[in-house]
Each structure stands twice: as structure tokens, then as C-alpha cells.
């Protein structure tokens, strides 16, 4: 998977209706992104359907070991050298 930089992928949301991109009140060349409602709702919706999906696919590991492997998962996100990349 190729990296873009933030402000091509910005510029995708943008173009989608995604987010717009609001002038800073401190400084005039500072645009600050925001969602706009149909930005979050499209959020909304991929959180559901992750949670849906991740459900479905560790349904038939005991409930014990869901929480287990949930914290493992974010020990790893939470990381420094991740949060870099």
C-alpha cells in the first residue's frame, strides 16, 4: 500500500464531500480540516461495519481471550515506532 501525503488524501475527502477545509482564526494560511455531517456519517458507518467484521471473524475465540487479543492489538498500535509510520 503506497503512503500519500496528508494533503492529497485530504484533498480526496475534500473532493468527496468529506471534510472542508476551514481558515485558522490565528493565522490566515492555516487551513484546519473538519468532517462535515456527511463525513461523519460515513465514520459512523465504518465503525459499525469494523466492529460487525472483527466480531464475525473472532467469533469462535472465547469471550476472554477477544479482550486478551483486543489489548495485545492496541499495546502494538500505541507503540511509538508505529504512531511513525
Do not use: C
Amino acid at each position: 500500500m503506497a503512503v500519500q501525503p496528508s494533503s492529497a488524501s485530504l484533498d480526496r475527502l475534500e473532493k468527496d464531500g468529506l471534510v472542508v477545509r476551514n481558515v485558522s482564526e490565528r493565522d490566515r494560511r492555516v487551513r484546519i480540516p473538519a468532517a462535515t455531517p456527511r463525513g461523519v456519517e460515513v465514520k459512523r458507518q465504518v465503525v459499525i461495519a469494523r466492529a460487525a467484521a472483527t466480531s464475525e471473524r473472532l467469533a469462535a475465540i472465547p469471550a476472554a481471550q477477544h479482550a486478551m487479543f483486543h489489548s495485545m492489538l492496541w499495546s502494538i498500535v500505541e507503540t511509538p515506532e508505529f504512531e511513525g509510520a
